[in-house]
């Protein structure tokens, strides 16, 4: 008899605890990449456990680790044919390789299922300055209180930081699965940000159940 793994995650404020069907995750991730794939979930998930009681300052730390050395940054056009594609964590780390929003992504959910409080992560638009030029950029915000000032997890650095020690980014706009922001006013639905709702409906076809 096949035993399906559930791995609760229980968010603030009474929202529907986030689930991950392990086995249906593993098994979305072999059928589409082959066995290398199965073998990055099962990194993942040991990646996830082992990160399980830390303080949430460690956990950020230990997560942020876990995506940016597993992972190889590319360009969407390059990894899935697309100019602007949102990946799932499991076609991420299926292809071994990601633009910025996909990292986010990964670390944000990976952070949800650890019991870090959906209000205190934030996935933050950015202005980077890369080599001279100013580029669109996504980094992952985390927040200690309402006001603090966030520390960024991001793929082009190693070491997480606080904001007014990253001069190189401008935020524009941020948003959670609560909604969307302008500076730490709250000014929409997640809901209208299409390839959000798109991620999520796949998301819940591979085995994550929002």
Known sequence: MLVTLLVLVWLPLSAPALQFEVNKIRQTAVSRFGARAGTAVD????NLESARGLSERRQLDAVNDFWNMNVMAGEDIH???QLDYWATPVETLGKAAADCEDFVIGKYFSLLHLGVP????RLIYVRAQVGGQSIAH??????PTPQSEPLLL?????SIRPASQRPDLTPVFSFNSQGVYVGNAQKGSVDSISRWRGLLEKMRKEGFVP
């Open 43 to 46: 990194r993942w998930m040991a």
């Open 154 to 158: 991001d793929n082009l650095s190693g």
């Open 79 to 81: 990894i899935w044919g």
């Open 118 to 121: 959906n209000e205190k992560l």
């Open 138 to 143: 996504m980094v992952l915000g985390y927040y």
